[in-house]
């Protein structure tokens, strides 16, 4: 059974940092990329970053500059850096993996105080 399991979400001042990390298990192969969305109350879940099975990483305007995405293909784990966290930032940031299919993680909560 496929799982994702995230790590790292907190409540930071804003201009802190923060590092999620995602690490998928239970036999998931091929993976075709994996990626990090989130939803803010009241609002849509967005995408974040993503990076695809060769490296190449999308990010939203919004968190352009600002966040990076990487991972461990070998670890399947897929990180996200924040830097300058603004309150606008403030969501349950959620996990993604693509195979043939979604996966997602449980959520993770980053609140940013001004």
């Known amino acids: 059974q496929v799982q994702l399991v995230e790590s790292g979400g907190g409540l930071v001042q804003a201009g802190g940092s923060l590092r999620l990390s995602c690490a998928a298990s239970?036999?998931?192969?091929?993976?075709?990329?994996m990626g990090w969305y989130r939803q803010a109350p009241r609002k849509q879940r967005e995408l974040v970053a993503s990076i695809t099975s060769d490296g190449s990483p999308n990010y939203a305007d919004s968190v352009k500059g600002r966040f990076t995405i990487s991972r461990d293909s070998d670890k399947n784990t897929v990180y996200l850096q924040m830097n300058s966290l603004q309150p606008e930032d403030t969501a349950v940031y959620y996990c993604?993996?693509?195979?043939?299919?979604?996966?997602w993680g449980q959520g993770t909560q980053v609140t940013v105080s001004s």
């Open positions: 239970g036999g998931i192969f091929s993976i075709n990329s």
């Open positions: 993604n993996v693509v195979t043939f299919r979604y996966y």
